[in-house]
């Protein structure tokens, strides 16, 4: 290879594939927006008021803002330094983790929550505070940085296996046959 041309591995290990931003801030909103939906009506389920099913949305409906724009955050962070950086790693997920954290952080509350007569509190985030919010923001965004640091896998083992090897792997083989095979005809 002559001396001014790259290596084509080292290209195309150094390209950037730019993130679409709002698309990708959507679409993470929307799914969040669906957890927050399932922790209001698991609050509104738990909670004992006189609201009946409608509480879902006038008394526990902030749950499902702050999710969706916690969520919305992230991902906006995360694409944009991604984009700035040109890099794909985990720091993208450290900016991204601590901006959710901080906005987790101002608008955290502390609640009480009743079930069958026995008082809980339920500490989702003690004070709209400043300190709170950089609190947040430091344990979640250290948080998003170790699983993306591990391959964001949950395993923390990032194999290369094809879906039909781990499928393999995962069910179990029949035992071979103790019969032997009848023997083949050789006039055939």
Known sequence: MAEGHPNPTTVKDTLYDPKPSLRYASAVGLQAAGVGALVSAVQNALG?????????????????????????????????????????????????????GFLAGIRGKYTNLRVSSID???????????????ASCAVLGTAVGIFD???????????????????RRFFKHPPPSLVPPPPSDPSD
């Open 48 to 100: 004992t008021h006189t609201s009946g099913a409608s509480g879902f949305l006038t008394r526990y409906g902030g749950t499902i803002g702050i999710f969706a724009a916690m969520g919305a955050t992230f991902a906006l962070t995360e694409s944009v330094v991604a984009n700035t950086r040109e890099k794909d790693d985990a720091l993208n997920g450290v900016a991204g983790g601590c901006a959710a």
């Open 120 to 134: 809980y509190e339920c500490l989702l985030f003690v004070a709209r505070s400043l300190p709170m919010a950089v």
């Open 149 to 167: 640091y591990g391959g964001k896998d949950i395993t923390g083992i990032s194999s290369k296996e094809t879906l039909e090897e781990r499928r």
